[in-house]
């Protein structure tokens, strides 16, 4: 057994420098005395310690801890999206104005963002259902607790009780769905579960199949909560707008990642048959039509988070809602459950990254400045701050996936990869969808550019020399990618390689 | 299997019979002869007279919350302990690394004063 | 029947009774009281499974921690207002139907549906050794990280607590 240890620790490299900056940014925060910075420095050191340890991790699938635990070009690929996005959501939270008002506090908060970001990466390549869980009440008891930071606002607390509620709600759902699986196939590791389906060890005829599809949809349940897929989706506008807006970012693009993650994982590894890899189109055990269910949830999710987006007179709402629209899309990139419809998630996150942390940060500067989110007070902003102005409409038409931006690339391979199996229904309900959220990002185009301030001031707001320079450092991918995605898209074509039972 | 948990019934049903028969036994045996002053309610010789329900301070659930955290620790560590000569070393360093992330929560909390009541 | 059985109606009828006063309660403090015996069936339950240690730490960690910290919070939170804390149904019609809906294909697959039953219980005194070696061997990355997870609640519930102080103070 110490062998194994030793062998599963020497991949785990990266997961414990995540988890000993978590304890060293603890001990310094109560080791020293109002270095509230300094931790934040710590933790960000501690993130990119472990971002310079991920190329290094092997590029063969390895199973480690006893199949507890996969290391696999899939989840090293989240995981450089997961820690990166943790380290941008400390270098702006350096900057937030909202956090400084809890003076004394803002030590810990950045300790917590060590110990989600950890919990993120270990969810991209937990292979146990007990990983999967452990992993996801790590993350969601973390985020219960920053999304409620704020605590001189009360909507800040009422948001982490609403996620706490909701939260523990499907946990207990997904839970149970886990107990019938183990009930049905008498394992918790992904790869046992597969073996016991195809050996046929499992009974997976008549009732018992019907019980294996109740608990599959009891466990969506559980990771639908987490990306905010409708139905599961109602904790998803109150939280993010009440939560302080650094960590509705890190819960929009880091969170969602993980949970794409782990619940392709969770899919790819127990229920798909890699027979066809050929054609690069998995099929499933008994031909589940698996694809039809999630298409659905697809659907209703995209449909549901534009149509309500279009009535929100708050940014950091209506961001809420495109968000939930945003994971619509990528659950697409499940449905086809193809070589190409993987990657196309993969490169969708990237661009995602970009243009939706580009988006929040300039709500974020802009709250600090005029002390509101809400949309009418953008008007004529435009002329009193062109730089930000132009960052915040050129993310809003990366979002709505317009060229020449990066989001258009993104949308493009995830809508070629849905069409390319023959899902053309499904790619036309993502257009059409696309076509509707144009409609309210361009309301904020509108009132920052076409309708005058209020009061008719012009005065220019001026904003730091360092947002102005943050807001263009975003901008630059954001359209870069447009063109030059060439190197992102190969590196998320070699890393689809999820581990397998027998690889 | 179910036979080793008789004597558990047997004391869950003694303290039961006990319970019940102590509490009645006074009310059997006892003289009654109550008047006004013996059947109000004594509390340090003021009239209690506030509503019973009353805001705790946030200590007790903090008090409570640790409780339950190092509650949890111990039943983790029972097994261990139990099976520690066939786990050895190695099992002994698992522990420790287990005991001393929570011991870092530990020295958290009395620096942080959570623990003070003021 | 045997008397295994018995035992086995006794404390299933226990745990869902007192769930459903639990649920239907409309006092919280009620509620609360009648968890007890919701946790204290369910240990029972593992006792009938063999599973002795799991019983005890339900024991330990349910009734002996969860609840009292449940107690706590309704003690904390009551009469804020001078209002008395209940619980209230909204949606009462729709809710039902839903979760009746729920109840009834679970029932009916759980009932229809062959699981993989393990033929006769392994012949072992007692679950604490099998756990202490399985603990620290196989699930041995699951036991860490739940270190983990406690380090997060201790100091999150530190946080929490100490800000509350902080806002009285201001009040």
């Known amino acids: 057994m110490p062998d194994i240890i030793f062998q599963s620790t020497k991949h785990f490299w990266p997961e414990i420098t995540l988890a000993l900056t978590f304890i060293a940014a603890m001990i310094f925060e109560f080791a020293t005395k109002k270095r509230t910075t300094g931790t934040g420095i710590l933790v960000l050191l ?152 195809a050996s046929g060890h499992a009974v997976t005829t008549g009732w018992s199949f019907a019980a294996l599809m109740a608990a599959i949809v009891l466990m969506l349940a559980g990771f639908g909560y987490k990306v905010s897929v409708v139905p599961f989706h109602f904790w998803t506008p109150d939280v993010y707008e009440g939560a302080p807006i650094t960590i509705t970012a890190f819960l929009a693009v880091a969170s969602k990642a993980a949970v794409f993650a782990v619940m392709i994982r969770f899919f790819y590894v127990a229920f798909f048959d890699n027979m066809l890899a050929s054609t690069g189109v998995y099929s499933s055990f008994r031909n589940v039509d698996w694809s039809m269910i999630l298409a659905v949830l697809s659907v209703l999710t995209m449909t549901l988070g534009n149509f309500v987006a279009i009535w929100q007179d708050n940014l950091k709402r209506m961001l809420a809602y495109s968000s939930i629209a945003h994971a619509g899309y990528m659950l697409m990139g499940v449905v086809v459950m193809s070589n190409f419809g993987l990657s196309a998630i993969m490169l969708y996150f990237v661009m995602y990254f970009f243009m939706n942390l580009g988006a929040f940060y300039v709500v974020m500067v802009i709250a600090d400045k005029i002390g509101s989110e809400n949309i009418d007070d953008y008007r004529g902003f435009g002329k009193r701050a062109p730089i930000i102005s132009v960052g915040l409409s050129i993310f809003l038409i990366s979002l709505t996936g317009l060229p020449p931006t990066a989001g258009f690339v993104g949308k493009l391979f995830l809508f070629s990869s849905v069409m390319a199996s023959q899902f053309i229904w499904l790619a036309i309900v993502g257009v059409l969808n696309s076509v509707v959220s144009l409609y309210y990002y361009a309301r904020v185009l509108k009132n920052m550019y076409l309708r005058e301030a209020p009061d008719g001031d012009e005065s220019p707001i001026v904003f730091s020399k360092v947002t102005s320079a943050v807001v263009i450092l975003f901008i630059i991918p954001n359209i870069l990618l447009c063109f030059f995605y060439q190197p992102v898209l190969t590196f998320a074509q070699r890393s689809i390689a999820i581990l397998l039972p027998g690889l | 299997m179910i036979e080793s948990y008789i004597p558990i019934f047997l004391i869950l049903a003694v303290a039961v019979v006990f319970g019940v028969v102590s509490a009645n036994m006074s009310w059997l045996l006892g003289p009654q002869r109550p008047n006004r002053a013996k059947n109000s309610t004594y509390e340090s010789g003021m009239e209690p007279v506030r509503t019973a329900h009353d805001r705790f301070s946030v200590k007790y659930y903090m008090v409570a919350v640790l409780f339950i955290l190092f509650d949890i620790e111990v039943v983790f560590m029972y097994p261990w302990a139990v099976q520690y000569r066939n786990l050895g070393l190695y099992g002994f360093v698992e522990m420790v690394v287990f005991i001393g992330i929570l011991l870092v929560g530990f020295v958290y909390v009395i620096k942080k004063g959570a623990l003070q009541w003021d | 029947m045997s008397y295994t059985d018995a035992f086995f109606y006794f404390f299933a009828a226990l745990t869902v009774g007192s769930a459903l006063v639990v649920t239907f309660s409309r006092s919280v403090i009620y509620a609360a009281f009648a968890l007890l015996f919701t946790f204290l069936g369910v ?72 699981w993989n039953v393990q033929e006769s219980l392994p012949d072992v005194t007692g679950t604490t050794t099998e756990i202490g070696e399985r603990l620290l061997t196989t699930f041995l990355l699951p036991f860490e990280i739940a270190g983990i997870l406690l380090l997060v609640a201790i100091m999150g519930a530190a946080m929490i607590a100490r800000s509350t102080d902080k806002t009285k103070e201001a009040a």
């Open chain 1, 46 to 197: 501690g993130l990119a310690a472990a971002l310079v340890q991920l190329p290094s991790a092997p590029s063969e699938p390895v199973s480690i801890f006893g199949g507890m635990y996969a290391i696999d070009p899939f989840s090293t690929f989240f995981k450089y999206v997961i820690i990166v996005t943790g380290m941008v959501v400390v270098l702006f939270s350096f900057q937030s104005q909202e956090l400084k008002k809890e003076s004394g506090h803002t030590g810990e908060y950045y300790c917590f963002i060590a110990a989600v970001t950890f919990g993120m990466v270990l969810m991209t390549g937990s292979s146990n259902l007990v990983m999967i869980y452990l992993s996801i009440e790590l993350v969601s008891i973390t985020s219960y607790i920053l999304a409620g930071f704020s605590k001189s606002l009360r909507r800040s607390s009422e948001a982490a009780l609403k996620y706490v509620i909701f939260g523990a709600l499907s946990s207990g759902i997904m839970l149970y769905g886990m107990s019938l699986i183990f009930g049905l196939t008498g394992t918790l590791d992904l790869s046992g579960i597969r073996t016991a389906l």
């Open chain 3, 43 to 114: 240990a029972g339950l593992y006792v009938l499974l063999q599973a002795d240690f799991l019983a005890v730490a339900q024991i330990m960690v349910y009734v002996g921690g969860i609840l009292i910290l449940l107690l706590f919070g309704v003690m904390l939170t009551t009469r804020v207002t001078n209002a008395e804390i209940t619980t209230g149904t909204v949606q009462g019609l729709p809710a039902t139907v839903v979760v009746g809906i729920l109840l009834g294909t679970l029932i009916l697959l759980v009932s229809r549906a062959t």
